[in-house]
């Protein structure tokens, strides 16, 4: 079946530091991928859509400039966390899907900001 | 955009008993409807999902039902047991499941008791 991996699976950073986290589709080509966040005891919220080859689309309240968003290949979307502060502290999921297929998440990541 | 409300928040039955979940849906072009079961700390696991254009689904002990004139759907899970004890996450969706974004409700934390 299709495979979503997600890297690293948990991080902590000091306030003011970037990260970078990884979501691949292992087995099949995906020109969308979509990032959540979750905070905890809460619902996942989407962040943003990633699209390969263009500009990722952005929910309402998300801000562009802190939450970097790559999509370079058809396996590969990337979102940086720049100059990440304590309020960012939360568990970040990706998904994505083959064609004509429900979506496939990742396993997490857990970040963690001090 | 859509909204999805889910009810109850906490759910806690008797091993063996049923358990029924409500979400309720704004956008009436939404055509996608998955049910996610989240245990701690890892990721969202599709467990059944149900299109615009079937009223009901079953797997075994679990059911979904679809009422598109009163945009509500739910789950029903029969002969409840301790591992059915998660969080579970309806969600909606316009693009059919691979395209579109998902939105969740906000959960229901089901617990169920030997």
């Known amino acids: 079946g299709a495979v979503v991996s997600q890297h690293p699976s948990w991080v902590i950073c000091k306030s003011g530091t970037s990260v970078k986290i990884e979501c691949r589709s292992l087995d099949f080509q995906a020109t969308t991928m979509f990032w959540y966040r979750q905070f905890p005891k809460q619902s996942l919220m989407l962040m943003a859509t990633s699209n390969e080859g263009s500009k990722a689309t952005y929910e309402q309240g998300v801000e562009k400039d802190k939450f970097l968003i790559n999509h370079a290949s058809l396996t590969l979307s990337t979102l940086t966390v720049t100059s990440a502060h304590p309020e960012d502290s939360s568990f970040y999921i990706c998904s994505a899907s083959p064609q004509v297929s429900p979506l496939h998440f990742g396993n997490g990541t857990r970040l963690t900001v001090t | 955009g859509e909204n999805v409300e889910q009810h109850p928040s906490t759910l806690s039955v008797q091993e063996g008993d049923s358990a029924v979940i409500k979400c309720t849906y704004s956008?009436?072009?939404?055509?996608?409807f998955p049910w996610y079961k989240q245990e701690l700390g890892k990721r969202p696991q599709l467990i059944i999902d149900i299109r615009s254009n079937v009223g009901e689904k079953k797997d075994q002990r679990i059911a979904v039902t679809l009422n598109k004139t009163a945009k509500h759907f739910s789950l029903h899970i029969t002969e409840t047991q301790p591992e059915d004890s998660a969080v579970y996450f309806c969600a909606a969706s316009m693009g059919g499941g691979s395209q579109g974004n998902l939105i969740f409700g906000k959960g229901t934390k089901l617990s169920v008791k030997p």
């Open positions: 956008d009436s072009a939404s055509n996608y």
